[in-house]
């Protein structure tokens, strides 16, 4: 395990990666050769309605979206859907959190289930 200063403070824990990421120069610069636009957080993502006992609906800055993810609390994905509706209801109450993928973006919103 190696510990390093963070770039914008605190440390970093690197354990068990391969040879060519065992920096956090080298993490970072495997980060930069994919390259993945993130959206806006709360501005782009939207569910509605939310909170919700049912059904919900997904969009994400008026366009498409070609694909969402539910995750629970652990980060476990509980479902991969496309389109932009889906019945929640055979979800127990609590916080999710949805990704959207929308062409080569990635957003994320949360989702809270009653």
């Known amino acids: 395990m190696l510990e390093t200063p963070g770039a914008i403070g605190g440390s970093i824990f690197i354990q068990d990666n391969p040879s060519e990421c065992s920096s956090e120069s080298e993490i970072l610069a495997a980060d930069c050769i994919v390259p993945v636009r993130h959206l806006a957080y709360s501005e782009s993502v939207s569910i509605t309605p939310n909170p919700t006992r049912g ?28 389109g932009a ?14 990704r959207v993928r929308i062409g080569e973006e990635i957003g994320l919103a949360k989702l809270v289930k009653m």
Do not use: H, K, Q
């Open 85 to 98: 509706r889906v019945d929640v209801s055979d979800l127990p109450p609590g916080l999710y959190w949805v």
């Open 55 to 82: 059904m919900i609906y997904v969009s994400a800055a008026g366009r498409p979206v070609t694909e969402f993810r539910i995750y629970n609390n652990l980060g476990e994905c509980l479902r991969t859907l496309s």
